[in-house]
């Protein structure tokens, strides 16, 4: 067991440092971030001089103000504010996967791709485990339809102890119902509609799925094509 779980974490933290290493040598260069090049010039800095609950503070601040902005401007700048903070709040404490997760979230908005895989794989070096780690991953992959990598997340996500909610059971449900597992789909859908009975459209959607004769429709080669 204890020779398993080292595993998990080896295989995390050498993901995350390569990914690491290919950003800073300029492979995954990008100047969406004015925080992310504060942070390269600001490595001699004496982080213990911070005060964590306060830049922690700061750096939620931003990150839900920037979630609220219509205008696109703004909530790039209010995610580089928090990106800053959350940066400085990650070598604060660099056993903390908290920052790196608000990281990783933050560059999956501004679409950031291989910023945002570096830093969910760090968080997951630190706790394979962390539930938000996992269903946040999960969602980068589902908006980018990969779906494989975002089902695999999403079931360990539940693995490990999240509750889902409606959407993320809706999710799982549209993956299987991509892969034209209908058992699986209707599943999940089951499961949302539980929680969310509002969601007529799903319920309509479980229906029509329960009444395909999957034997005989090529259902499952259908949905692979689509």
């Known amino acids: 067991m204890i020779r398993k779980i080292n595993h998990q974490y080896t295989i995390y933290n050498i993901i995350a440092v390569i990914l690491t290493l290919l ?3 300029g492979i995954f260069a990008c100047n969406c971030a004015n925080a992310l090049q504060d942070e390269e010039k600001n490595l001699v800095i004496d982080y213990e001089k911070f005060n964590p609950e306060s830049t922690r503070e700061m750096a939620d601040n931003y990150f839900e103000i920037a979630q609220t902005q219509q205008d ?3 909530m790039k700048e209010y995610y580089k504010r928090a990106a800053a903070k959350y940066y400085i709040l990650s070598n604060i404490d660099r056993s903390d996967s908290y920052p790196c997760i608000r990281l990783a979230r933050v560059y999956d908005k501004l679409g950031k791709d291989n910023y945002a895989k570096a830093y ?8 394979y485990k962390d539930t938000e780690a996992n269903i946040h991953f999960a969602d980068f992959y589902f908006t980018r339809k990969q779906y494989k990598k975002a089902i695999e997340y999403y079931q360990k996500a539940i693995a490990y102890g999240y509750t889902p909610d409606a959407q993320i059971y809706k999710n799982m449900g549209m993956i299987y119902d991509r892969f034209g597992d209908i058992k699986r789909a209707v599943h999940y859908y089951k499961e949302s509609l539980g929680l969310n009975p509002q969601d007529t459209e799903l319920g309509e959607k479980i229906n029509q799925l329960e009444s395909i004769d999957y034997q005989n429709t090529g259902y499952y080669r259908r949905r692979l094509r689509s």
């Open 120 to 127: 969910f794989y760090r968080a997951l070096g630190l706790n």
């Open 23 to 25: 950003i800073c040598t």
């Open 72 to 74: 696109d401007d703004k």
